[in-house]
């Protein structure tokens, strides 16, 4: 069974930081490109950022680019997503996912629960 457990989720200031934990488990991690995903309320779900385990590469949404950064440890079968220079535009359920999301491609076939991120000004 496929399973995606997120954590480190939570309320920061503006400006502040957080990184999020996403422990897989039940398929071959190195042969899977992870993603995070977030969904703020009342839009549409979209791919924040993606690492590719099979090849290492990462992409990121241009509204995260150079503030965000996803990295994967294999021997943890975790991937990790470093949140800096926050803002309220960046609250949202995020959720990790096996497979990834562009603006014109979804990928994903497993999601986890998702945790809060909150942003205040």
């Known amino acids: 069974e496929v399973q995606l457990v997120e954590s480190g989720g939570g309320l920061v200031q503006a400006g502040g930081s957080l990184r999020l934990s996403c422990t897989a488990s039940g398929f071959d991690f190195n042969n899977y490109a992870m993603g995070w995903l977030r969904q703020a309320p009342g839009k549409e779900r979209e791919g924040v950022a993606c690492?590719?385990?099979?090849?290492?590469?990462?992409s990121y949404a241009d509204s995260v680019k150079g503030r965000f950064t996803i990295s994967s440890d294999k021997a943890k079968n975790t991937v990790y997503l470093q949140m800096n220079s926050l803002s309220p535009e960046d609250t949202a359920v995020y959720y990790c996912?096996?497979?990834?999301?562009?603006?014109?491609?979804?990928?994903?076939?497993?999601w986890g629960q998702g945790t809060q991120v909150t942003v205040s000004s």
């Open positions: 996912s096996r497979g990834c999301q562009t603006t014109t491609l979804d990928l994903t076939d497993a």
């Open positions: 690492f590719n385990n099979a090849i290492g590469t990462t």
